[in-house]
C-alpha cells in the first residue's frame, strides 16, 4: 500500500510578501466546515493576543466570525488571493480537535502555511504531526498553555519565526510539492 500525502503547489505562495509592521497577524484559513475548530479555540487566542501586542486573527473564510475578544480582520476566501493573503501574515495556525473526523484530514492548511513561509502553531494531532516538526518548523500544542507559549515565543523572536517559516518552506518543496508527489505515484503505479 502506498500512502499518497496531500500536495500543492509551491510556487504560488511568496514568502517574500510584505508583512503588516503595525499588526502580527495570527492567520487562519478555512471554510464553514471548519468554522467550529476556529471557535473552539478563540478563548485561547484572545488570551494570547492579550500577551501580544499588535496581535489580530485574520480569518480567510467563507464566512464572518464575531469575536469581539480579539481583534479581527476578515477575508473572503478566494483561490486568486489565498496564497498572497496567507503570504502576508505572521504566524499560521490550525487549531482542530483530535476526533475520528479530524484523524482523516490532510492539514492542508499547515502546508499553506508552510509553503508561504510562515511558522506554524497547530494542535497535536495526527494530521499535523506528519507535516510539522515540531520546534523547527513550527510548534505542536496539547492544550491552552502550550499555545499561548508558542504563540508568545514567536512573537518575541522574530529570527526563530523567520527560520521556522524557511524550514517549513524548505519541508514543503521537498515533500509535499506536486512534482515530488507525482514523482512518488508514478513510482507506485510503475511497481504494479
Same mark, same amino acid.
Given at each position: 500500500?502506498?500512502?499518497?500525502?496531500?500536495?500543492?503547489?509551491?510556487?504560488?505562495?511568496?514568502?517574500?510578501?510584505?508583512?503588516?509592521?503595525?499588526?502580527?497577524?495570527?492567520?487562519?484559513?478555512?471554510?464553514?466546515?471548519?468554522?467550529?475548530?476556529?471557535?473552539?479555540? $478563540?478563548? @485561547? *487566542?484572545?488570551?494570547? &493576543?492579550?500577551? !501580544? /501586542?499588535?496581535?489580530?486573527?485574520? #480569518?480567510? +473564510?467563507?464566512? %464572518?466570525?464575531?469575536?469581539?475578544?480579539?481583534?479581527?480582520?476578515?477575508?473572503?476566501?478566494?483561490?486568486?488571493?489565498?496564497?498572497?493573503?496567507?503570504?502576508?501574515?505572521?504566524?499560521?495556525?490550525?487549531?482542530?480537535?483530535?476526533?475520528?473526523?479530524?484523524?482523516?484530514?490532510?492539514? $492542508?492548511? @499547515? *502546508?499553506?502555511?508552510? &509553503?508561504?513561509? !510562515? /511558522?506554524?502553531?497547530?494542535?497535536? #494531532?495526527? +494530521?499535523?504531526? %506528519?507535516?510539522?516538526?515540531?520546534?523547527?518548523?513550527?510548534?505542536?500544542?496539547?492544550?491552552p498553555q502550550q499555545w499561548v507559549a508558542a504563540?508568545?515565543?514567536?512573537?518575541?523572536?522574530?529570527?526563530?519565526?523567520?527560520a521556522m517559516g524557511a524550514r517549513g518552506r524548505?519541508?514543503?518543496?521537498?515533500?509535499?510539492?506536486?512534482?515530488?508527489?507525482?514523482?512518488?505515484?508514478l513510482a507506485a503505479l510503475e511497481s504494479l
Amino acid at each position: 500500500m502506498t500512502l499518497v500525502p496531500t500536495a500543492l503547489e509551491p510556487a504560488r505562495y511568496d514568502p517574500a510578501t510584505a508583512k503588516p509592521r503595525d499588526a502580527l497577524d495570527l492567520v487562519w484559513i478555512g471554510s464553514s466546515s471548519t468554522r467550529r475548530y476556529l471557535e473552539a479555540a $478563540l478563548p @485561547v *487566542l484572545a488570551r494570547a &493576543a492579550g500577551c !501580544l /501586542p499588535g496581535a489580530r486573527l485574520k #480569518v480567510i +473564510a467563507d464566512f %464572518d466570525l464575531p469575536a469581539p475578544e480579539l481583534p479581527a480582520v476578515f477575508v473572503p476566501w478566494s483561490e486568486a488571493s489565498e496564497a498572497a493573503e496567507i503570504a502576508s501574515a505572521h504566524i499560521g495556525l490550525s487549531p482542530m480537535p483530535d476526533d475520528p473526523w479530524t484523524r482523516g484530514k490532510c492539514g $492542508l492548511k @499547515v *502546508l499553506q502555511y508552510m &509553503a508561504a513561509g !510562515l /511558522p506554524v502553531v497547530a494542535s497535536d #494531532v495526527r +494530521a499535523h504531526r %506528519d507535516i510539522v516538526i515540531h520546534g523547527e518548523t513550527g510548534f505542536l500544542a496539547s492544550d491552552p498553555q502550550q499555545w499561548v507559549a508558542a504563540l508568545s515565543r514567536l512573537a518575541a523572536d522574530a529570527r526563530l519565526a523567520a527560520a521556522m517559516g524557511a524550514r517549513g518552506r524548505a519541508r514543503v518543496e521537498e515533500q509535499f510539492a506536486v512534482r515530488e508527489i507525482f514523482r512518488e505515484m508514478l513510482a507506485a503505479l510503475e511497481s504494479l
